[in-house]
C-alpha cells in the first residue's frame, strides 16, 4: 500500500452526494425550539488550524442554518493563515479579520472569549492540548466540537470527565470526532450484529497496518516547543501514540459491536523500521479482554514496503462480519460463516453512506438549533481511555487492568496549563538529538 494522505485530505476519502447529505438532514428528528433558533446565526471559533481543523470547519460551515467562521487560533501564524486561505476558497460564510486572528499559547482562551452562548468552538489541536481547551470552553458556556483523540494520559480523562459534569447542567452540546459512529453502513451492520444475526461474538480484529509517517527536522529559528508541535505525531506527549490518535476509531467501532469496554488489555511494539530520531513506534499489537472473556485484537503498523490493510471485523457463533473493509468506503457485510467471499455472503450494506464526517456535525448543529440533548464526552472518554490502556500495556510490556490505567496519575506533560512560546516541552533531545522512547519492561506507564 502506499503511504497514507496527510491529513489535510483525511476528509476526502468519503464523498456524498447532495441529495444523500439532504436525506440525512430529514432524518434529522424535529423537536422544539432551544435558545439558538434555528433562523440565528450561529458563530464558530477554530481552534488548531491543521488538516483537521480545516476540514472539521468546511463541514461545520456546512450545516443546515446561517452559521459564520468568526475567529481562528493556533500557535503558527503560517499555519492559520493557509487554514483560512483554503476555508475561504469553498465557502463564504468566512469573517475572520486580522483582530479575530490569534496566534500563541493562549490564542485559544482569545478565540473562546470572543464567542457567545450558544455559539460553537471546534477543538482540534493535538490531543495533549485538549482537556485543557476543552475545561475552558466548558467553563465559557460553549457548544463544543472536539476532534479524536481526546487526552494523552489518564489524567487528562479524569479532568475532561470532571468538566463534562458542568457540561451536563449548563445543557451544552458536544460531539466528539469519532465519526464513524453516525456511518449509515456501520449503524446497520452493528444493529445487525447486537440482533445476533452472526451468534454470540466470540472475536473481534481491528487492523491499521500502512506506509510510515514522516518526521521534519527543526527549522533554523524555531526553539524546541515549536519543533515538537509541527510534529506532533511523534511525540507522546501530544498525540498519545499513533495506536491512541488513529487506532482509537477502529478500538471504538469494535466496542460498539461488542457492546462493552475491555477490562483489561496486554501487547507488545517498538521501532522495527524507523529511523527518525523521534519518540514515536512503528508497529503495535495489543490483545483486550471484556468481561465475558471475548477478545479484541488491535493491530497497527506504519512501514513501508509491508503487506497493508485497514479492516474491523467480527465473529461470532453463527457466522462472521466485516464492519469495515477499508478507510475509503465501509463495505459492511455480514457472512454465514468465518470465510468472507461473496457466496457466504448473507447482507451488504446498499449503496454509499452520507458523509460521516458531515453528518457527526449536521447533527450537533441541528441539537443546538432545536435544544436536543446531545453529549457525546462519556463515550469518546471511555474509547480514549481504552485506546490509552493499550498504549500502556504496550510501552510498559505489562498487562494493564481499566482499573489501574483510570486510576494512573501519571502526566505526559505535566503543568501544560502554565506552558508559554518559551517554555521547555516534557522531553527534550540528548547530545545526539534523539529523544526517548517507550522500552517495554523498563517504561513507567502507571
Not at 485543557?132 to 489524567?155: C, T, W
Not at 457463533?317 to 455480514?334: D, F, H, V
Request: charge should be positive.
Amino acid at each position: 500500500m502506499t503511504k497514507p494522505k496527510a491529513d489535510s485530505t483525511r476528509r476526502d476519502f468519503l464523498k456524498v452526494s447532495g441529495a444523500g447529505l439532504a436525506s440525512a438532514a430529514v432524518a434529522l428528528s424535529a423537536a422544539k425550539p432551544g435558545y439558538t433558533a434555528e433562523d440565528n446565526e450561529i458563530k464558530i471559533a477554530l481552534v488548531g488550524c491543521g488538516g483537521r481543523g480545516t476540514g472539521a470547519i468546511r463541514e461545520a460551515l456546512s450545516t443546515s442554518g446561517p452559521t459564520r467562521l468568526y475567529a481562528m487560533a493556533d500557535v503558527f501564524d503560517h499555519r492559520l493563515q493557509a487554514s483560512l486561505k483554503a476555508i475561504q476558497a469553498v465557502k463564504k460564510n468566512v469573517d475572520v479579520p486580522k483582530e479575530r486572528q490569534f496566534i500563541g499559547m493562549d490564542a485559544f482562551k482569545k478565540a473562546i472569549d470572543i464567542l457567545d452562548k450558544g455559539d460553537v468552538v471546534l477543538l482540534t489541536t493535538p490531543a495533549g492540548f485538549r482537556p485543557i481547551h476543552y475545561e475552558y470552553a466548558v467553563q465559557r458556556g460553549l457548544n463544543i466540537f472536539m476532534e479524536k483523540s481526546f487526552a494523552v494520559d489518564a489524567p487528562g480523562i479524569q479532568r475532561m470527565l470532571k468538566a463534562n459534569e458542568l457540561a451536563k447542567e449548563k445543557n451544552l452540546k458536544i460531539a466528539g470526532g469519532l465519526m464513524w459512529r453516525h456511518c449509515a453502513a456501520r449503524e446497520e451492520c452493528i444493529k445487525r450484529i447486537h440482533d445476533g444475526e452472526i451468534g454470540d461474538l466470540t472475536m473481534l480484529r481491528a487492523y491499521r497496518m500502512h506506509g510510515s509517517f514522516g518526521y521534519a527536522p527543526k527549522k533554523p529559528g524555531m526553539n524546541e516547543l515549536g519543533h515538537q508541535i509541527s510534529n506532533y505525531n511523534c511525540f507522546t506527549w501530544l498525540n498519545s501514540s499513533f495506536f491512541v490518535d488513529w487506532h482509537c476509531h477502529n478500538v471504538d467501532i469494535c466496542c460498539w459491536a461488542k457492546n462493552a469496554w475491555p477490562i483489561d488489555a496486554q501487547g507488545m511494539g517498538g521501532r522495527a523500521q524507523r529511523k527518525h530520531p523521534d519518540q514515536a513506534w512503528d508497529h503495535y499489537l495489543v490483545e483486550y479482554t471484556f468481561p465475558d472473556g471475548t477478545k479484541l485484537f488491535a493491530q497497527t503498523r506504519q512501514q513501508d514496503n509491508c503487506y497493508g490493510t485497514y479492516q474491523d471485523l467480527a465473529h461470532g457463533t453463527k457466522g462472521s462480519a466485516i464492519i469495515m473493509q477499508n478507510l475509503g468506503a465501509a463495505g459492511s457485510r455480514l457472512f454465514k460463516n468465518h470465510i468472507q467471499t461473496t457466496e457466504n455472503e448473507i447482507w451488504k450494506y446498499p449503496g454509499n453512506p452520507p458523509n460521516p464526517y458531515q453528518v457527526e456535525h449536521d447533527l450537533l448543529f441541528d441539537a443546538i438549533r432545536k435544544d436536543k440533548p446531545y453529549n457525546e464526552t462519556d463515550r469518546c472518554a471511555k474509547a480514549c481511555m481504552t485506546a490509552i490502556m493499550g498504549r500502556m500495556a504496550a510501552h510498559s510490556g505489562k498487562l494493564v487492568t481499566i482499573e489501574q490505567a483510570m486510576a494512573s496519575k501519571l502526566e505526559l506533560a505535566p503543568g501544560l496549563d502554565q506552558y508559554t512560546w518559551d517554555s521547555n516541552p516534557p522531553v527534550m533531545p540528548d547530545a545526539d538529538g534523539k529523544y526517548p522512547y517507550a522500552i517495554p519492561g523498563e517504561t513507567k506507564e502507571l
